[in-house]
């Protein structure tokens, strides 16, 4: 039976948010538009099968085609990021990020990672994820001018002695300079592990520095600028890591990994080794370049001024209105955007004073410098006038026409 038939309040819902992704611009940094073949075999048979262990190694019998394709997962993800180990289990970035931790520390450890409030992740000690409450965790964070202060985090390392840093982020437009974190981590004799989550699909396509050699252990979500299917890798170069590492992950916090989900990760991949991916990862960048140019020449306040990468944080810390009027003025306008915590933030985490915009999701929709000039400019408008309520009805049909000539999935079910 089809699911239309069996279940239509779902099939309903589903074909709903295909249409507000389509009619909406997605300009949410950590969100992109996965492939219709990744789409296919994350829908396919594969989810029966269970495959605890690791290829060669399983505890079930019937695993010999799963084998081939995580061995192929593997070898693509090692290939990608120039690694020796690579596991494609995990099951999101937070529980790579778990299994780095497990691999590497013991309850206890002290850790040092980026400040939430400054554009670190949760997983980077902050005290609500179990990153913080298993793990003495410390910060480091952006001057005003928005950019990390590597002699700073130096000398905060040099007080804490942490055993392990966390480097990357979740609102950083700057690009990080793993070798300077090398030197840091040497300093205290602790270990490096980069998160590169965000910028993953830049570093594969030679866009932004490799963490690799000098980070001991990465990790990065598949389905942000990889634009795969949602889930966690993890990679190392040094053999008793990746021992440990595969023991952290399976048996420490998972069971039978998800193999359609491993499937797809080998078909993201096989993109991001592609030609065209170059070419992405370049317009990703070229456009979110664009966008802030556009924000600056219309007064707006860019934290560091601009960016590097594939997001832009405006600063609303010299204005009447905070990111989360902001935020909802755009969702009125056909833009989903998020409210973000600025350097020198005066406002709650729940109000702040700035916004977060991505340029990976409009990218893979096939939309170059042009289009973002053009949206840049309805950002700046709407933000110019953020109260009016007229303005934003009919900035949203513009956009809904511009969307339009840009349709990525001609269905919500592959
Ligand atoms: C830097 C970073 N690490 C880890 C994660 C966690 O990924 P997930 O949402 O798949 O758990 C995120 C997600 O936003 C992130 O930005």
């Known amino acids: 039976m089809s699911l239309e038939n069996f279940d239509r309040e779902i099939y309903d819902l589903t074909n709903s948010e295909l249409k507000r992704q389509t009619n909406y611009l997605e300009m949410i940094a950590s969100e992109n538009f996965t492939y219709p073949e990744v789409l296919e075999v994350m829908g396919s048979i594969l989810t029966n099968k269970y495959a605890e262990g690791y290829p060669g190694k399983r505890y079930y019998g019937g695993c010999e085609f799963v084998d081939e394709i995580e061995t192929l997962a593997i070898e693509r993800c090692k290939k990608l990021f120039n690694c020796n180990f690579a596991n494609v289990q995990p099951n999101s970035g937070s529980q790579a990020n778990q299994g780095v931790y497990g691999a590497l520390l013991n309850p206890g450890d002290k850790i040092l990672g980026m400040d939430l409030s400054h554009g670190g992740h949760l997983t980077h000690g902050a005290k609500v994820s179990s990153s913080g409450k298993m793990y003495e965790s410390f910060f480091y964070g952006v001057e005003l001018d928005g950019r990390i202060n590597y002699d700073k985090v130096a000398d905060i390392a040099n007080i804490v002695k942490p055993k392990l840093i966390v480097c990357g982020a979740s609102a950083y437009a700057r690009e990080i300079d793993f070798a300077k974190f090398r030197e840091i981590a040497d300093s205290v004799g602790a270990y490096l592990f980069a998160d ?55 048996p420490g916090i998972q069971g039978g990994p998800l193999m359609h989900v491993i499937a797809a990760k080998a078909v993201g991949f096989k993109h991001n080794l592609s030609d065209e991916w170059k070419v992405y990862a370049k317009q990703v960048k070229a456009n979110a370049k664009k966008l802030a140019e556009v924000l600056i020449s219309r007064k707006y306040n860019l934290v560091s001024n601009g960016t590097d990468n594939h997001l832009v944080l405006m600063s609303f810390l010299d204005k009447e209105f905070s990111g989360k009027d902001a935020d909802m003025a755009l969702e009125n306008s056909g833009i989903t955007c998020n409210k973000n915590t600025v350097p020198g933030e005066t406002r709650s985490p729940f109000i702040t004073s700035g916004i977060r915009l991505g340029s990976p999701a409009l990218t893979s929709r096939g939309m170059k410098e042009a289009e973002f000039e053009i949206i840049g400019n309805k950002i700046a408008d709407i933000l110019d006038d953020i109260n009016n309520k007229d303005l934003q009805i009919s900035v949203k049909n513009e956009l809904k026409e511009l969307a339009s000539k840009f349709i990525i999935y001609d269905k919500a079910m592959y």
């Open 196 to 250: 590169v989550a965000h910028i993953a699909g830049l570093v594969v396509a030679g866009e932004h520095k490799s963490p690799f050699p000098h980070c001991d252990i990465v990790s990065s979500t598949t389905h942000k600028t990889l634009r795969g299917p949602r889930g966690g890798i993890i990679m190392t170069n040094d053999e008793v890591i990746a021992k440990k590492v595969n023991s952290s992950i399976f």
